[in-house]
C-alpha cells in the first residue's frame, strides 16, 4: 500500500495504469510503474505472452520486437530509453495496456505477470538484502523495498552499503546474527538519510523526497513492525526546514492495523490522484 501511494497516490494496486511522466524512461505503467526504458516492462509483456495468446487476446503480443529493440538499446549503453517512437509506430500503447488489465479475458493472467515480476525484481531482492544484514523488522523491509522499486535492486544495494559504512560496518561484513531493534534503527536512519539526500539531488526524483519521511516518521514512532496506524503525512519540508527540500503532494492517508483505508479521496481511488 506505502509504495502504490508513491506510484499512484493511491493504495489501490494500479495495474491499469500507463502514460509517459517525461522522466527519461518510456512509458510508465502498472502497479510498479513499470518502464519501457529500463528493462523491467518487456518482462511484463513476456510473461502475458506465454500466459495469453494473441488469438486469445493478448493485445500486448504485437509491441514485442519494438519493446526488443528498446530493450537491447538499454541493455548494451546501461542507459535508461525515454524513446517510445517504436511502440507508438505499432499501435496505443498504453490503450492496450489498460484494456489488458481490466478485459475480463485476460486480466487475471496480466496482473499475475506484474505481481510475478515485482516479486522477483523487487520484493525478493529487498527481503533477501535484509537477512544479509541482519535486518529483521517490518519497517526495514518496506523502506528496502520501496527503494528498489524507486531505484531498481542495484541502486537499492548501493544504497545499503553506503548505510552500512555511514553506521560503522566499513568493511561491508555481513550480520552472523539479527541486529538488535537499537542497531537497526541506526541503521535505518542512515539509509534514509542516504536515500533522502540521492532523491534531493536528481531532476527525476527530487519531487519524491517525501517517499523517504513517511518511513523516518514511523522509525521515531518505534513503529517497527508496522502494527500501529500509518499515516503519510510526513513532509521533508517541515522536517527539514530551510534545506531546500519541496512537497511531494502525496494524499494523506491513514491505514489501520487491520489495513483498513482512510484519509483523503484518492488514497482509496481506483484512479488514484
Not at 502497479?31 to 518482462?43: E, K, L, P, V, Y
Not at 516479486?119 to 517490518?138: C, F, M, N, S
Not at 538519510?193 to 523517504?212: N, P
Request: charged share 20%; glycine share 8%.
Amino acid at each position: 500500500m506505502l509504495t502504490s501511494i508513491w506510484e499512484n497516490r493511491t493504495t489501490v494496486l494500479r495495474y491499469p495504469y500507463c502514460e509517459n511522466i517525461g522522466d527519461g524512461r518510456g512509458y510508465t505503467a502498472g502497479r510498479a510503474g513499470f518502464c519501457s526504458g529500463t528493462g523491467d516492462m518487456i518482462q511484463v509483456v513476456k510473461c502475458f505472452d506465454t500466459s495469453v495468446a494473441a488469438s486469445a487476446g493478448n493485445k500486448l503480443a504485437k509491441y514485442m520486437p519494438a519493446l526488443t529493440a528498446i530493450d537491447a538499446k538499454f541493455q548494451s549503453t546501461g542507459n535508461d530509453q525515454g524513446d517510445t517512437s517504436p511502440l507508438d509506430a505499432v499501435g496505443p500503447y498504453c490503450t492496450d495496456w489498460e484494456s489488458s488489465a481490466k478485459d475480463a479475458a485476460t486480466a487475471s493472467a496480466f496482473k499475475a505477470c506484474q505481481d510475478g515480476i515485482v516479486d522477483a525484481l523487487y520484493y525478493r531482492p529487498a527481503i533477501v538484502e535484509a537477512a544479509k544484514w541482519g535486518l529483521v523488522t517490518a519497517l526495514t523491509k518496506a523502506e528496502l523495498y520501496d527503494a528498489a522499486i524507486n531505484h531498481g535492486g542495484d541502486g537499492m544495494q548501493h544504497l545499503v552499503k553506503k548505510a552500512n559504512t555511514d553506521s560503522g560496518n566499513t568493511a561491508q561484513t555481513p550480520a552472523t546474527a539479527p541486529l538488535v531493534q537499537a542497531q537497526e534503527s541506526l541503521w535505518l536512519k542512515a539509509f534514509l538519510a542516504r536515500r533522502l539526500k540521492l532523491l534531493k539531488g536528481d531532476a527525476t526524483w527530487k519531487e519524491s523526497v517525501d517517499r523517504v519521511t513517511t518511513y523516518e516518521q514511523l522509525r521515531l514512532q518505534n513503529n517497527f513492525d508496522l502494527g500501529s496506524e500509518i499515516r503519510t503525512n510526513a513532509k521533508a519540508v517541515t522536517m527539514y526546514p530551510g534545506q531546500g527540500y519541496i512537497d511531494s503532494g502525496y494524499p494523506d492517508c491513514k491505514i489501520s492495523s487491520t489495513a483498513t483505508v482512510s484519509g483523503d479521496a484518492s488514497c482509496t481511488s481506483p484512479a488514484g490522484q
